[in-house]
């Protein structure tokens, strides 16, 4: 069950660089950025998760050794990073919208002023 | 542990610099308030790491903090910490010395420009940010403030948007500089799924046991990520873009401040989580990356037309000694690395606010335009001299001691393995140190001496707090060439220390005192006595002034329609009349780049400026790190 989430983390990844790669258009390579995040967050997750395992919501009093629950951290830092994620495309789209306002074009071959 | 207790500068230094950064945004529109609250911040943070380092340094303590005060339980580390030993404190005193520079040059270099409570507030959080990187004992909480600075410093090159290209390099930064965090997280996340910590010390302990499949690909992972931060080939084009379109004052930030941190990763990473420096393969990879980098950077700059730029390709080429130093895996080489590592903050620092006082008062950075400005601006043009010397690893200056070093310790190094390559390397590292030098030569030539072209007539000299920052740095440029003995041992010496002790770091964390074995701790000048090769120079130098003195050349020449035109490169055409050859600034070695005209066209047609292209070379660093570590490890 769980591998298929890895099978899955992975093609996302690879498909968010494949997108960034191959795609000219500015918008699709911040798509292809937040593909590549959305892998990285669900291999997070995946990696807590205890199959069988409630939500890791206690008290001190509640916790006992028998109590079975997800890897809380993951989560934590899934959270972290899913925020991050949707900053790069925030901070991105604002320099695609300025650069379209300068160069006129979203096309990543014509955005080349600076090279060599 | 009462509030003013050492333990708890670490936290003080990074917070001092987010709480600046935060406080602007609500006080920042008074001039007065933003300037003292800057300053207060650069100072604050500057005074309370200087005040670590008897304990630190030379007392050769760790100190541990943990967040909340929530230490080791059940032989976890839950908390968060900070873990402070002299490799971090001394990554994190650069930062504060660069910033504290950089934060007093700004004042007035940025006075002319919209939004500035913003600049400051974004300078503030690329400070904290590597701040809080190299003072974290948390593998994910560098991630955060790598991610902060990395934010930070796209922000700040796009921050004068209407500058050429500075939205494009920008994103840029943004997109390759995204794909490298998100390689950190997932190399984090993956060792995570391991061993479940993410403290820093613990995970050392635990991860060299446990080499495999996936700690592989977590090491590959966390290598190139860092790799993109240092800007190490192949990631280079990054970091010319940026700075050639950040303000000076960023520049000194990025340069200075952004490449260490990577560097830092990266010696965290191979010597402390993977401890796999022993092994030949790994030298090899750091060895090979650094050499590479500090070549083609070289050469990418020698074609170079923009001041900045090419000081940028130039910054990359010293981080390369930097690493290759640094993967060299003995004493010398590690205290030399990091020698260099000080010294590039220093000499980079210094020649990027000259870059930066040129533009402040000219307007342009381009070389082909600039000309003749020692006459305006004598105090810069002096400052500037200070900092190429050092670049180009010329004595007394602070940049021939550690080249000396890396020199001497990538020969003792082929001495000892009976390794060819390495052998290869010390000669890469002098071709590169000449090269260096050339390209600073051709620099001062086109934007100091010569005529002065018309429409910088009246240019004046910068002003005095500008004038002041570039001071500090030409000062510390011959304070640490003049002593080397005291900054190995009070800076690198420990710091080297602490890289090839990393049980002490692992232990450290857990509250145990382990005592240092020490190694033999570098001498200063290394094996070689360098006032003989200073003498020699020195006779050189006499030599070649005599025979210059003994030619004759005119001050005026003609060009091919008869025109007289002033001699500004004659002096670079020995005995040849100069009737066909009026080069511009920027042609100044037209032979030596006419001779490798194919490699240069080469790397000029491969710096494309297309995103895609720069992401795929990303991709491909980061399919031959995994393919190499899978086969070598």
């Given at each position: 069950?769980?591998?298929?989430?890895?099978?899955?983390?992975?093609?996302?990844?690879?498909?968010?660089?494949?997108?960034?790669?191959?795609?000219?258009?500015?918008?699709?390579?911040?798509?292809?950025?937040?593909?590549?995040?959305?892998?990285v967050?669900?291999l997070?997750v995946?990696?807590?998760?205890?199959?069988?395992?409630?939500?890791?919501?206690?008290?001190?009093?509640?916790?006992?050794?028998s109590s079975?629950?997800?890897?809380?951290i993951?989560q934590?830092?899934t959270?972290?990073?899913?925020?991050?994620?949707?900053c790069?495309?925030?901070?991105?789209?604002?320099?695609?919208?300025k650069?379209?306002?300068?160069?006129?074009?979203?096309?990543?071959?014509?955005?080349?002023?600076?090279?060599g | 542990?009462?509030?003013?207790?050492?333990?708890?500068?670490?936290?003080?230094?990074?917070m001092?610099?987010?709480?600046g950064?935060?406080?602007?945004?609500?006080?920042?529109?008074?001039?007065?308030?933003?300037?003292?609250?800057?300053?207060?911040?650069?100072?604050?943070?500057?005074?309370?790491?200087?005040?670590?380092?008897?304990?630190v340094?030379?007392?050769?303590?760790?100190?541990?903090?943990?967040?909340g005060?929530?230490?080791?339980?059940?032989?976890?580390?839950?908390?968060?910490?900070?873990?402070?030993?002299?490799?971090?404190?001394?990554?994190?005193l650069?930062?504060?010395?660069?910033?504290?520079?950089?934060?007093?040059?700004?004042?007035?270099?940025?006075?002319?420009?919209?939004?500035i409570?913003q600049?400051y507030?974004l300078?503030?959080?690329?400070?904290?940010?590597v701040?809080?990187l190299?003072?974290?004992?948390d593998?994910?909480?560098?991630?955060?403030?790598?991610?902060i600075?990395?934010?930070?410093?796209?922000?700040?090159?796009?921050?004068?948007?209407?500058a050429?290209?500075?939205?494009?390099?920008a994103?840029?930064y943004l997109?390759?500089?995204s794909?490298g965090?998100?390689?950190?997280?997932?190399?984090?996340?993956?060792?995570?799924?391991?061993?479940?910590?993410?403290?820093f010390?613990?995970?050392?302990?635990?991860?060299?046991?446990?080499?495999?499949?996936?700690?592989?690909?977590?090491?590959?992972?966390?290598?190139?990520?860092?790799?993109?931060?240092?800007?190490?080939?192949?990631?280079?084009?990054?970091?010319?873009?940026?700075?050639?379109?950040?303000?000076?004052s960023?520049?000194v930030?990025?340069?200075?401040?952004?490449?260490?941190?990577?560097?830092y990763?990266?010696?965290?990473?191979?010597?402390?989580?993977?401890?796999t420096?022993n092994?030949?393969?790994?030298?090899?990879?750091?060895?090979?990356?650094?050499?590479?980098?500090m070549?083609v950077?070289?050469t990418?700059?020698?074609?170079?037309?923009?001041?900045?730029?090419?000081?940028?390709?130039?910054?990359?080429?010293?981080?390369?000694?930097?690493?290759?130093?640094?993967?060299?895996?003995t004493?010398?080489?590690?205290?030399?690395?990091?020698y260099?590592?000080?010294?590039?903050?220093?000499?980079?620092?210094?020649?990027?606010?000259?870059?930066?006082?040129?533009?402040?008062?000219?307007?342009?950075?381009?070389?082909?335009?600039?000309?003749?400005?020692?006459?305006?601006?004598?105090?810069?043009?002096?400052?500037?001299?200070?900092?190429?010397?050092?670049i180009?690893?010329?004595?007394?200056?602070n940049?021939?001691?550690?080249?000396?070093l890396?020199?001497q310790?990538?020969?003792?190094?082929?001495?000892?393995t009976?390794?060819i390559?390495?052998?290869?390397?010390?000669?890469?590292?002098?071709v590169?140190?000449?090269?260096?030098?050339?390209?600073?030569v051709?620099v001062?030539?086109?934007?100091?001496?010569?005529?002065?072209?018309?429409?910088?007539?009246?240019?004046?000299?910068?002003?005095?707090?500008?004038?002041?920052?570039?001071?500090?740095?030409?000062?510390?440029?011959?304070l640490?060439g003049?002593?080397p003995?005291l900054?190995?041992?009070?800076?690198?010496?420990?710091?080297?220390?602490?890289?090839?002790?990393?049980?002490?770091?692992?232990?450290?964390?857990?509250?145990?005192?382990v005592?240092?074995?020490?190694?033999?701790?570098?001498q200063?000048?290394?094996?070689?006595s360098?006032?003989?090769?200073?003498l020699?120079?020195?006779?050189?130098?006499?030599?070649?002034?005599l025979?210059?003195?003994?030619?004759k050349?005119?001050?005026?020449?003609?060009n091919?329609?008869?025109?007289?035109?002033?001699?500004?490169y004659d002096?670079?055409?020995?005995?040849?009349?100069?009737?066909?050859?009026?080069?511009?600034?920027g042609?100044?070695?037209?032979?030596?780049?006419h001779?490798w005209?194919?490699?240069?066209?080469?790397m000029h047609?491969?710096?494309?400026?297309?995103?895609?292209?720069y992401?795929?070379?990303?991709?491909?660093?980061?399919?031959?790190?995994?393919?190499?570590?899978?086969?070598v490890?």
């Open positions: 069950m769980i591998l298929m989430n890895y099978i899955a983390a992975f093609f996302l990844i690879v498909l968010g660089l494949y997108t960034i790669v191959t795609k000219y258009n500015l918008v699709k390579t911040v798509i292809g950025l937040s593909i590549m995040d959305y892998g967050n669900l997070i995946s990696i807590g998760f205890n199959p069988g395992g409630t939500a890791p919501i206690f008290t001190f009093s509640e916790l006992n050794p079975f629950f997800v890897d809380p993951p934590a830092l959270l972290t990073s899913i925020v991050i994620g949707a790069v495309t925030a901070m991105s789209l604002s320099l695609v919208m650069i379209y306002e300068q160069y006129g074009t979203m096309d990543t071959r014509e955005v080349r002023r600076l090279r | 542990m009462s509030m003013l207790s050492y333990q708890h500068f670490p936290i003080y230094a990074i001092l610099y987010f709480l950064a935060f406080l602007i945004v609500l006080f920042g529109k008074n001039k007065i308030a933003r300037h003292c609250l800057a300053l207060l911040s650069v100072t604050g943070s500057l005074a309370l790491l200087v005040s670590l380092v008897p304990r340094m030379t007392g050769g303590e760790i100190i541990t903090y943990w967040m005060n929530r230490a080791y339980s059940g032989g976890y580390a839950i908390g968060i910490a900070l873990e402070v030993d002299a490799l971090s404190l001394f990554f994190a650069l930062v504060a010395v660069a910033v504290f520079v950089s934060g007093v040059y700004s004042i007035r270099y940025m006075e002319h420009d919209d939004n409570p600049y507030t300078f503030l959080m690329l400070a904290g940010g701040m809080g190299v003072l974290s004992g593998l994910f909480n560098m991630f955060i403030m790598v991610e600075l990395t934010f930070a410093a796209v922000a700040l090159t796009a921050f004068r948007n209407t050429r290209g500075a939205l494009e390099a994103f840029k997109v390759v500089g794909i965090s998100t390689c950190i997280l997932a190399g984090t996340i993956m060792l995570y799924a391991q061993v479940h910590t993410l403290n010390a613990q995970l050392s302990g635990l991860i060299p046991g446990h080499i495999h499949g996936a700690t592989r690909v977590a090491f590959a992972l966390l290598f190139v990520g860092f790799s993109t931060k240092a800007f190490l080939v192949p990631f280079h084009p990054l970091a010319a873009d940026a700075h050639g379109a950040a303000p000076a960023v520049s930030l990025i340069s200075g401040v952004l490449t260490k941190s990577g560097i990763g990266i010696i965290r990473l191979v010597y402390f989580l993977f401890q420096m092994l030949r393969p790994i030298q090899f990879m750091l060895v090979f990356v650094g050499s590479v980098s070549f950077c070289v990418m700059a020698l074609a170079q037309h923009d001041f900045k730029r090419l000081l940028a390709f130039h910054s990359i080429s010293q981080i390369g000694y930097v690493l290759t130093a640094v993967g060299l895996s004493a010398l080489g590690i205290s030399a690395g990091l260099h590592a000080m010294n590039h903050t220093i000499f980079k620092g210094l020649l990027f606010l000259a870059a930066g006082a040129v533009l402040h008062e000219t307007g342009t950075t381009d070389l082909d335009r600039l000309g003749g400005l020692s006459k305006r601006m004598p105090h810069t043009t002096v400052l500037f001299l200070i900092g190429a010397a050092s180009s690893g010329i004595p007394p200056f940049g021939f001691a550690s080249k000396w890396i020199y310790a990538a020969y003792l190094r082929a001495v000892e009976g390794n390559g390495y052998l290869l390397v010390t000669i890469i590292a002098l590169t140190s000449t090269l260096t030098l050339a390209s600073f051709k001062s030539q086109s934007v100091f001496f010569g005529r002065l072209p018309d429409e910088f007539k009246d240019v004046k000299e910068v002003p005095f707090g500008m004038r002041l920052a570039m001071s500090l740095f030409a000062i510390l440029c011959v640490t003049l002593l003995e900054v190995t041992k009070v800076l690198t010496g420990p710091a080297a220390q602490a890289v090839l002790n990393p049980v002490r770091y692992i232990a450290a964390a857990r509250g145990i005192e005592p240092a074995e020490t190694a033999a701790l570098p200063a000048v290394g094996a070689w360098p006032i003989n090769w200073l020699l120079l020195g006779i050189s130098l006499f030599a070649i002034t025979v210059a003195l003994l030619g050349y005119d001050r005026v020449s003609e091919a329609s008869g025109e007289k035109i002033p001699a500004k002096l670079f055409f020995s005995g040849e009349k100069s009737v066909y050859s009026q080069v511009g600034g042609d100044l070695f037209w032979g030596f780049k001779n005209r194919h490699y240069f066209s080469f047609d491969l710096h494309s400026g297309v995103v895609n292209d992401a795929l070379w990303a991709v491909v660093a980061l399919a031959l790190a995994i393919a190499f570590l899978q086969i490890l």
